[in-house]
C-alpha cells in the first residue's frame, strides 16, 4: 500500500467528533464554504490585476500566480473539510493539504526573495503623486516649447526684417565632392529676393541647384572657384571687389563668407557696373584731357617755328629776282609742306579742346578727312588701303561732342587695324557717311576676319579683349558705345562681306 | 596807323615787320613781351594790336587786361597764337579781343586783313 492509496472509506465521518451539534456543525461548514468561495474569487481579482498592469515585472507576476495557486489550494482544503463532515474522504483531504503546504512553502520562499521588489511596488498614493509630477512636468515642458517656439519666431522675423533691408543677392553655395572628398562643383541656393534683382540687368541668369561651374565656366578660370574652395577650408570671409563676370557681362562686388553651422559658404553680392564704368569713364576722361594738353602744347611750339619757316621763305622768294624751274618746285615743296604739318597740328589743338559734355555742329565730312589726315601715315606704313565714301554728304552738319566722336571714330580704326595685321593679302579699311531714312550713319568698315558669333554679344562688355595679352585694354568699345550713349547716339556691329562698325545718330534727336 | 606786335621770337618779330611794313602809311612797334607791348601802348597811340598769347614775363592775355585796365586798350586787338587751350572763344572776347588768328598766319592773307581796317 502506497503512501496516498489508503482506504478511510470506512473511517467515521467527522460531524461525529462533534456529536452532530447542529450549532456548531452549520456555521463551521457554512464558513468553510464561504471560505472556499472567496479563496476561488481572489485568483479571478488577481488575473485581472495583472492583465490591467502590464508594466509588472515577470518575477512580480510569476509570485502572484503562486500566490494564486496558494489560495485556490487553501480555498480546496477548506471545501473537503466541509464535506468530510458528513463523508470520511480524509485521503483526498491529505493530499490537498499535502499540496497546499507545499504550494505556501514555496510561495512564502519566494515572496521572501522578493520582499524588496515587493516593497518597491507603489502604492496608488505614490502612483498619484508621480502622475502629478509628471503633469506638472509636462507643463512646464509645453511651457518651456511654447516659449522657445516664440524665441524662434521672433529670431526668424528679426533675421527676415534685416535680410529685407539688404540690397545685395544672397546665394549659398553647397559643394559638390568626388570620391576623394574634394570639391570639384557647387550647389547653389538662393537665399533672397535680392539675387534676380542683382543678376537681372546681367547677360543671361543663374539657375538654381544646378552645377554653377556648367553654367559659369569662368568661375573656374577667374580664381572665384578657388576662393570659394579656400573659404571652405579656412573658414575665412574673402572680399572680391570689382569682381568682374564676362560671362554675365556685369561688375559686382562679392563677400564670400563661410556658414558656421553648415557646410556651405555664402557669397553676398551685389551689381557695381556702374561705379566700375564711371570709374573708368573718368580714367579715360582724364587720359583724354593729359592728350589735350599734350596736344596743345606740340601745337604750340611747332606752329611758331612754321610761322618763321613760312615766313622766311617768302623773303627767299622776295629776294631772288627770276627763280629757276628747281628752284620754284623746291620753294613750292616747302610751301606745301609747312602747309600739311599746320594742318596737323590744327587737328591736335582741336583734339585737344572741348569738353566732352558739350556738342558742337560738325561738318561730319570735313570732321571724318581731319581724322584720317591723323591716321593716314600709320594706315599707309601698315599696308592698308583706305577708301572713303562720302556721297553728296559734304555740306551735313550733325550735332556732336567732336572730342568723343574723334575718340570713337580712332578707337574703330585702331581695332580694324590690329585685326588686319592678322590677315594677308588686301587690306582695306572704310570710313563713309551715309543718310538712312532715321539715322546719320558713320561707318568704319574692314575685310578683316571679323567678330565670332560667340563674341558679338560681349563685344561691347567693359574689359572684354581677344588682343593679345599687353595689347588691348577691353576698354576701346566699351568706352566708345559709352561715349556715343552720351551724345544720343549708339555703336552698332553689322557684319556681312566687311566688319561694319556704324555710329548712329537718330535723325530725330537733331 | 600804329600798329603793335607782340611776340617773343625775335625772328618772328623781324618777319612781320618787314611783311607788315608794306602796308602803305603805317608804323610798326614791336615787343618781345607783354610788359614791353604795356609800354609802347602806355607812351604811344596804337590802333592795332597783334599779340601772341604765351610769352615770358607777361602773357597776351594779361597784357590786353592790363592795358584795358589803364585805358590804352587800342580799338582792334587780335591774339595770334599756336594755342589757347585755356582759354573758350567767348572769355577772350569778352576781354576785348576781336579775333584769334591761329599761327602759322598766312602772311598775305594778315596783310589783307590789317589793310582792310580803318
Known sequence: MSFFSFDTSDFMPHGHCILWR????????????????????????????????????????????????????????????????????????????????????????????????????PSPEQYNQ???????????????????????????????????????????????????????????????????????SGARSLNERDSLLSQLPETKNRGVFEIIKTVFETGKTHVLDPDHSIELGKYYRSVFSKNPTRESVFVFFSDVTDREENKLQVINNSRLSALGELAGGIAHEINSPLQIIDGSLRQVRRSIEKPS????????????????????????RRLSHGDLNSVQETEVVQFLSEIIDITSEKLKSRGVTLKQHFLNQSATIIKTNKVALSQIIINLINNALDELDQKEGEKVIGVSFFVTESHYVIEVSDNGGGVPTDNIDKIFNPLFTTKEVGKGSGLGLSLSSRLATSMGARVFLVQNDFTRFQVLFPKEEQ | MNILICDDESLLLELYESELSQIEACQIFTAADGLEGLEILTNNEIDILLTDGKMPRMDGIKLVNEASRKGVLPRHVYLITGY???????????????????????????????TKLD
Request: glycine share 2%.
Open chain 1, 22 to 121: 447542529e450549532e456548531i456543525l452549520y456555521p463551521m461548514v457554512i464558513s468553510d464554504i464561504i471560505i472556499f468561495l472567496s479563496y476561488s474569487a481572489i485568483p479571478f481579482a488577481l488575473f485581472y490585476f495583472i492583465n490591467k498592469r502590464p508594466d509588472l515585472s515577470p518575477r512580480v507576476k510569476r509570485m502572484i500566480f503562486l500566490f494564486c495557486i496558494f489560495i485556490q489550494a487553501c480555498g480546496f482544503t477548506h471545501l473537503v473539510t466541509a464535506s468530510n463532515y458528513w463523508r470520511s474522504d480524509y485521503q483526498l483531504e491529505l493530499i490537498l493539504k499535502v499540496i497546499t503546504a507545499l504550494v505556501s512553502f514555496i510561495t512564502a520562499v519566494v515572496a521572501a526573495m522578493n520582499i524588496k521588489e515587493l516593497i518597491s511596488l
Open chain 1, 325 to 348: 624751274e628747281d628752284q620754284n618746285r623746291y620753294l613750292d615743296i616747302i610751301k606745301d609742306t609747312v602747309k600739311k604739318i599746320a594742318k596737323i597740328t590744327q587737328n591736335l
Open chain 2, 84 to 114: 589757347h587751350g585755356e582759354y573758350k572763344d567767348e572769355e577772350l572776347k569778352e576781354m576785348g579781343i576781336q579775333k584769334i588768328i591761329d599761327k602759322p598766319v598766312d602772311f598775305d592773307w594778315l596783310i589783307n586783313f590789317v
Open chain 1, 130 to 200: 508621480k502622475n502629478q509630477e509628471l503633469i506638472r512636468l509636462n507643463e512646464s515642458l509645453e511651457e518651456e516649447v511654447k516659449k522657445r517656439t516664440q524665441d524662434l519666431e521672433d529670431q526668424r522675423a528679426y533675421l527676415e526684417s534685416i535680410l529685407s533691408g539688404v540690397q545685395d543677392g544672397i546665394i549659398e553655395f553647397h559643394p559638390i565632392k568626388n570620391d576623394t572628398g574634394e570639391i570639384i562643383d557647387l550647389n547653389s541656393k538662393f537665399i533672397n529676393e535680392q539675387v534676380e534683382v542683382q543678376l537681372a
